[in-house]
């Protein structure tokens, strides 16, 4: 068991999923994905009772996930609701709808943000962000 996955977060076991995705990558790949997405993501996930966990995708130097801040300042602080990321990482929600909407809060680079579903495809190919 990942200590990625936090009982009562459905978005930690995609987060986890994500993780061993970048484990599996060539390093071919692994540079191929941090060229392409060069940034380093926090997401601030608030699940259904009210607590909240962080969790870091380190897209910019390892190409890794972490739970907490990690040792890399974030680039993209992204704050959302446990099943709304679990909607945006599996396709169901639209990433500008969400921030339109207020379901998606971001604090830093923006556009940064719409580099996500590169990531989010590495493990789900129809994800869309």
């Known amino acids: 068991m ?3 996955v936090v ?3 459905k978005s930690s076991e995609l987060i986890a999923e994500l993780n061993k995705a ?3 990558f060539s390093e071919e790949e692994r540079a191929k994905m941090i060229k392409q997405v060069n940034g380093v993501f926090q997401f601030v996930i ?3 009772e009210g607590k909240e966990e962080v969790f870091t995708v ?4 390892e190409g890794k996930v972490v ?9 993209a602080i992204l704050s959302l609701k446990d099943d ?3 909607d945006l990482a599996t396709g169901k929600l639209n990433g500008q709808k969400a921030y339109m909407s207020g379901k998606l809060k971001v604090k830093g680079q923006i556009m940064l943000a ?3 579903d590169n990531v989010f495809k590495a493990v789900n190919p129809t994800a869309k962000l």
């Open 7 to 9: 009982p009562g977060f």
């Open 46 to 48: 608030k699940n259904s």
């Open 84 to 86: 709304d990321f679990v």
């Open 58 to 61: 380190d897209v910019k130097k």
């Open 22 to 24: 970048f484990e599996a």
């Open 67 to 75: 739970r907490g801040k990690g040792n890399v300042k974030a680039d």
């Open 114 to 116: 719409m580099k996500l």
């Open 2 to 4: 990942s200590d990625i």
